[in-house]
């Protein structure tokens, strides 16, 4: 299947700096690259859909001048968190879709666990 | 993008089989079912996908009922690494497709 690497998996900020997270589909190009995020013990909620050379379309309720996505290539997305705040602290994960046989399956990242203090 | 409702948790014995029920009333004619697998601080990984009747691979089976409203995961013989958050999709299928993660079941397998 598709390997799909975030960089980094954990990260420290204080708040009010930038930080950004890369997604690298390693063997597949993607067109399309999803954004998700997690608080403890909560569901995944996708975030936004990166478009490779497009605009990323966001979720309804989530602040695209906040989570700045950007996919400038078919094997890498990134996700910057501008003035970060405690309340983003959470765990931030990406996807990629492909079809893997007869399936089509998400592959995910193993996810970065963001804490702003 | 059908809701979906699954139970918040299960308790099983290794050993046991372990099956999961997830509710989607509502649907679409061309929606799959598709099961996730999630471990703490690690991203979902894929375990099985259907459209109807059953499907098995090497880890685990679903059943999917005629009316196609609801599916059964069904892990044979479950271990303590099974312990996980197993999340229940349903949807179009394509790369370009949102996937909507519903509450998932936190299953715990002791010994």
């Known amino acids: 299947g598709a390997v799909v690497s975030q960089h980094p998996s954990w990260v420290i900020c204080k708040s009010g700096t930038s930080v950004k997270i890369e997604c690298r589909s390693l063997d597949f190009q993607a067109t399309t690259m999803f954004w998700y995020r997690q608080f403890p013990k909560q569901s995944l909620m996708l975030m936004a859909t990166s478009n490779e050379g497009s605009k990323a379309t966001y979720e309804q309720g989530v602040e695209k001048d906040k989570f700045l996505i950007n996919h400038a290539s078919l094997t890498l997305s990134t996700l910057t968190v501008t003035s970060a705040h405690p309340e983003d602290s959470s765990f931030y994960i990406c996807s990629v879709s492909a079809v893997w046989g007869i399936n089509t399956e998400a592959f995910f990242g193993q996810g970065t666990r963001l804490t702003v203090v | 993008l059908a809701k979906t409702t699954q139970p918040i948790s299960m308790d099983s014995y290794e050993g046991q089989e372990v099956n999961i029920t997830c509710s989607h009333n509502?649907?679409?004619?061309?929606?799959?079912i598709t099961w996730y697998q999630q471990f703490p601080s690690q991203g979902p990984r894929f375990i099985i996908q259907?459209?109807?009747t059953k499907v098995t691979n090497e880890v685990a089976s679903l059943f999917i009922p005629a009316d196609r409203k609801s599916s059964t995961l069904s892990l044979p013989r479950v271990s303590l690494s099974d312990t996980a958050v197993y999340y229940c999709l349903v949807g179009s299928t394509g790369t370009a497709s949102k996937l909507t993660f519903g509450t998932g079941t936190r299953l715990q397998v002791t010994l």
């Open positions: 259907g459209y109807k």
């Open positions: 509502n649907i679409a004619t061309n929606d799959y």
